[in-house]
């Protein structure tokens, strides 16, 4: 390890107690005991290096340790705020894992390690022993990076809900409680930013609920982008369902004829999407007031939803395996991190170049499993394949996606060129089906990661 | 693992069809399919998506050509299809074949 490495470890030792001398833990050996793999982290990434670790090789040893006792899903969780879902219906629960698969799952907070003797030290004053480590971490939200937002004011006032949890349930009752004709007001992301459950999605759903509840209210996004992924299919179903007119550079391809043309609306539509170059991009917001002072202006709003800039999870960086960025550099190949050997990280943490998604930590928490087990067998690394799928709503009955294989090119994660997106001169019978497998989804999804 | 490998300069992304280059087993790739068709292929009967666990081999072939050719509609098995070379899919076949639909003792 570098010296800075060594001397951020001692400093964390020094914040959290050293470990007593000789240790007291029992750490696996290659020879005679079986391999102990310990991953941090019980989110859809870890789950799924867990499984696949014991469904490959069942002998070794594997224990998560994850500081909630279950795991709420983010995919899926704006649809508690348009009230298709409850908040209990993003739970899903570590059972399986346990009892199926023999899988240690321990309900702890890692407070640092050792990565010269392999040991990860808890909150709760355990000293686990590793083999092979791997780290999942998600993301961390970076409220305070925004003028006049922190994470008390989401927590009370204008919520986040990105993580699901409380906020979540916030903003579904702020949107219930908003006056006839106000607006919802969402602040997005800067990149780059874990995509679930989906800024535009969200916005979507929301008018799709206001469009029967409040049919005078308004959505408006305002962005510090020009653009993100499914840009052009998701404003064409905004054209089609929320009288959105679409900007002139993203009407290349849309369908002007046909039984189901984009329309050229005439007044204002009930969404509206403020892109950077237009102003989108937040400078302040007033909790008070319940202001958002954009590049354009000030907007007054009735409940304002904001995503903030975000970077990998904190125990990446507690661990000492992030950039200057805060993201975590890492090996295409095994994902084996590039700041210290023997750990891996994977998911919406690592910087992979391949969209921050639950489907994109899924494929890579298995290639992880796999060269988790070759590196410790000693046999050469197994050539790997990823996949993604994004699968995004417009309205409950109108789905779209963008859809992704990866293979190793140059020891680089690449795309493999050919079609991403839903086409726009899609049927009504394929926008209704996406919207169907979306749901389908959900469910054979959460069981490949933990059941 | 195939030894030679062939090196090309791939600038960017590698063309599914182009040239040859170390093949992930029928294993690692069918593990892609397995968020929306189920671990090994194994999904319950009351989901839309198809089980693959145990399809025969020349069938997941023909579909897998048909989803790529557009000669069977789809919603995004096209854009999947298109991901792989006819020896990737013909491994995945393979695997996918070998697997008993209900999986037993897991």
């Known amino acids: 390890m570098s010296d800075m490495q060594r001397r951020t470890f001692l400093k964390l030792l020094g914040a959290t107690g050293a470990l007593a001398a000789g240790g007291g833990f029992a750490r696996s050996a290659f020879a005679g005991s079986a391999p102990h793999v310990v991953v941090i982290g019980g989110g859809v990434g870890g789950a799924t290096t867990a499984k696949y670790l014991k469904l490959t090789d069942p002998k070794v040893r594997v224990t998560i340790i994850e500081k909630n006792p279950i795991y709420i899903r983010p995919y899926g969780s704006s649809e508690v705020v348009n009230g298709h879902v409850t908040m209990a219906e993003l739970e899903v629960s570590y059972d399986a894992l346990r009892s199926r698969y023999g899988i240690e799952v321990i309900t702890d907070t890692v407070t640092g390690y050792d990565p010269e003797r392999r040991v990860v030290e808890t909150a709760g004053g355990k000293k686990v022993g590793y083999d092979r480590l791997v780290v999942s971490p998600g993301v961390q939200l970076h409220y305070d990076a925004i003028d006049g937002y922190s994470q008390a004011i989401a927590e009370s006032k204008i919520p986040s809900g990105w993580i699901p949890g409380s906020q979540t349930q916030l903003l579904a009752a702020q949107l219930k409680a908003m006056r006839p004709g106000g607006t919802f007001m969402i602040v997005a992301p800067p990149n780059p930013y874990r995509c679930p459950p989906g800024p535009y999605e969200r916005a979507s759903l929301v008018a799709e609920w206001l469009q029967h509840h409040n049919p005078t209210g308004k959505v408006m996004i305002l962005d510090p982008k020009n653009g993100f992924v499914t840009d052009t299919t998701m404003m064409l179903g905004w054209n089609r369902l929320y009288g959105f007119n679409v900007p002139a550079d993203f009407r290349k391809g849309m369908p002007i004829h046909g039984d189901w043309p984009m329309l050229d609306h005439t007044g204002p539509g009930m969404l509206e999407w403020i892109p950077a170059r237009d102003g989108g991009t937040v400078k302040r917001i007033d909790a008070r007031r319940m202001e958002v002072e954009a590049e354009n202006g000030v907007h007054r709003a009735d409940v304002i939803n904001v995503v903030p800039p975000m970077t990998a999870g904190k125990v990446a960086g507690l661990l000492g395996l992030t950039d200057d960025k805060g993201w975590c550099p890492i090996n295409h190949r095994t994902f084996e991190s590039l700041k210290q050997p023997g750990v891996h990280v994977i998911g919406d943490a690592c910087a992979s170049g391949m969209p921050k998604s639950g489907f994109s930590a899924n494929t890579q928490a298995k290639v992880t499993a796999r060269a988790v087990l070759d590196l410790i067998a000693e046999r050469p690394a197994s050539e790997p394949a990823w996949e993604n799928t994004c699968y995004a709503l417009a309205a409950s009955d109108y789905g779209m996606f963008v859809a992704d294989v990866f293979m190793l090119v140059d020891e680089k994660i690449s795309r493999v060129k050919g079609p991403r997106f839903q086409p726009l001169d899609a049927s009504r019978a394929q926008i209704r089906m996406s919207a169907v497998y979306q749901q389908a989804w959900m469910k054979t999804f959460t069981d490949d990661c933990f059941a | ?106």
């Open chain 2, 1 to 106: 693992m195939k030894l030679s490998v062939l090196l090309f300069a791939a600038a960017g992304a590698c063309s599914a069809s182009a040239w040859a280059q170390p093949q992930a087993s029928g294993e690692t790739m069918a593990n892609t399919c397995a968020a929306c068709h189920g671990t090994h292929g194994r999904v319950g009967e009351d989901v839309a998506m198809v089980p693959l666990a145990g399809m025969d081999k020349g069938e997941f072939i023909r579909a897998m050509r048909d989803f790529r050719s557009g000669k069977r509609p789809s919603t995004l098995m096209h854009h999947v299809a298109s991901g792989f070379t006819d020896a990737e899919v013909e491994a995945m076949a393979e695997f996918f074949a070998a697997q008993s639909l209900k999986g037993g003792e897991r």
